[in-house]
């Protein structure tokens, strides 16, 4: 019993970042769905309703990764941070605005089963930007 309980506790440390990433993503995209929802309801562009929800959720994101995910304490390096946080999020949401066109103007897929299919493109794009570059 206790060496399953230890298999578990390991198995957890292990894919910490993994897990938590995947929290305040779920996080994020409450954030930006909320926005893209509002905006949408009001029936303004999805290109400006896309910006917004992702922006919205850009920025929870960086204080959750940085402080909770990553757990990533330097002050020093902050400004460096903000700027490949930036660069890594600019680059997902050109290809997210590129994939939420594509899905919904040309393939004619809902708007929101668009959002779903790009926002799981976005994560994976993210998650290896901020890892491996931004947090380290």
Do not use: H, P
């Not at 409450?30 to 893209?36: E, R, S």
């Not at 330097?74 to 997210?96: C, D, G, T, Y």
Request: glycine share 4%; proline share 0%.
């Amino acid at each position: 019993m206790i060496e399953a309980i230890k298999s578990k506790i390991s198995f957890f440390e292990k894919y910490k970042k993994i897990f938590r990433f995947s929290l305040v993503g779920v996080i994020n995209t409450l954030v930006d769905f909320a926005f893209f929802s509002i905006l949408n309801g009001f029936t303004i562009n999805k290109m400006l309703c896309q910006f917004a929800g992702y922006s919205m959720g850009t920025v929870n994101s960086f204080i959750m990764n940085k402080l909770w995910t990553f757990e990533d304490r330097k002050k020093f390096k902050i400004k460096a941070q903000i700027i490949k946080f930036a660069v890594v999020n600019i680059v997902s949401l050109l290809i997210s605005m590129f994939f939420i066109n594509f899905f919904y103007s040309i393939l004619g897929i809902n708007v929101y089963v668009s959002k779903v299919l790009v926002t799981l493109i976005t994560q994976l794009i993210n998650f290896a930007g901020y890892r491996y570059w931004v947090f380290i």
